[in-house]
């Protein structure tokens, strides 16, 4: 097959250097050019571990994006900052694949959300592409299996590494304060919570922590039932869901965040049912950086162009 060249747009945080990553090891993509104001004429070499190519970062205008030849861009931007790029290809009439890391169009009918365990069936092609949120996955895949049973909304507690508040600094992404620390944030309102109500239809409520790893994050779901669930019933719906997701492991016992870091699945575990049946929990842990933001990138990617969606993905047999 023809390669295909990527243009990744803001690239200097840590998502960017796992993207970089994933696209210098695929065997069919290949990177064009990757973008950052702060790193601009150095040398990505320096930046990313294990990169060995020779691109360097670059500060081109977004105006002049268009015109830089990529087949696909990967806008890897803070929320807010992609409206004006995604104009200026549509002012071009670019045939390019946009797949958007931030928040800006995970709300947008006309953009296809690319979550594909769950949304797979709904691409038909469409040329633009939002990401889902790193916690917003996680989420969704906890609570999917047991959509139509539920009855009232669906509580997550959650806590991710500090990597998850990116590389400005912030009090979320501070070592030295959140050591010994769990640094509650958020707590009513958060765009994860709005983004998994919305895409699921059913009310969810989120509480987001910080902790002081760096990478990977959990979700403790609080679900209540319509109807009563022996742990077996409970088992079963979760593993026919997802017997044939590369990605997603449903484990008996509850996972631990730990054990997930580096890698590219989510796995699903736990399932503690209350006396009467009708209140089951359920944990699920992600690598916020990997199948939270980068991993799935490269699985929509790979999807826009017609391969498969594990191309380029280290299976987790394959990392052992």
């Known amino acids: ?11 200097r945080g840590y998502v960017g250097a796992e993207l970089i990553a994933l696209l210098a090891r695929h065997p069919v993509f290949e990177l064009a050019y990757v973008t950052s104001r ?7 070499a320096d930046h990313v571990p294990g990169y060995a190519g020779d691109l360097t970062y670059t500060a081109p205008a977004y ?33 390019t694949v946009l797949l958007d890391l931030s928040a800006d ?7 296809y959300y690319g979550l594909p365990e769950l949304t797979r069936a709904r691409y038909v092609g469409q040329r633009r592409i939002s990401n889902p949120g790193c916690y917003a996955t996680a989420m969704q895949l906890a609570i999917a299996p047991m959509l139509g049973v539920l009855d009232g909304p669906v509580q997550c507690f959650g806590v991710s590494g500090y990597s998850g508040a990116g590389t400005t600094p912030s009090e979320r992404n501070d070592p030295v ?29 989120f509480m987001p922590h910080v902790a002081p790893h760096f990478r990977g994050l959990t979700v403790t779901c ?16 979760y593993r026919s869901r997802y017997h044939a997701e590369p990605l997603v492991k449903v484990e008996d016992a509850a996972p631990w965040v ?23 929990v359920v944990v699920a ?26 191309v380029g993905i280290p299976l987790l047999e394959d990392m052992a």
């Not at 304060?177 to 409520?205: F, I, K, Q, S, W």
């Open 1 to 11: 097959m023809k390669r295909a060249r990527i243009g990744i747009v803001g690239a």
């Open 177 to 205: 304060l959140l050591r010994d620390n769990l640094m509650p944030y958020a707590l009513t309102g958060h765009v994860h919570e709005r983004e998994v109500t919305c895409r699921l239809g059913h009310p969810v409520e």
């Open 105 to 111: 169009f995970r709300f947008d009918d006309g953009w």
């Open 258 to 280: 730990s054990r997930i870091a580096g890698r590219h699945h989510v796995e699903i575990g736990g399932f503690a049912l209350s006396a009467d049946r009708r209140r089951l």
């Open 222 to 237: 609080n679900l209540h039932l319509a109807i009563a669930f022996e742990r077996d019933e409970v088992l079963a719906r």
């Open 63 to 95: 105006d002049c994006l268009p015109e830089l030849g990529a087949d696909a861009v990967v806008l890897a931007l803070p929320n807010g900052k992609a409206g004006h790029i995604v104009q200026r290809f549509d002012d071009a009439g670019a045939d």
């Open 285 to 310: 842990t992600a690598d916020n950086l990997l199948k939270g933001a980068a991993t799935q990138a490269l699985q929509n990617l790979n999807r826009a162009f017609g391969l498969d969606e594990m």
């Open 38 to 44: 702060e790193l601009a004429g150095r040398a990505l």
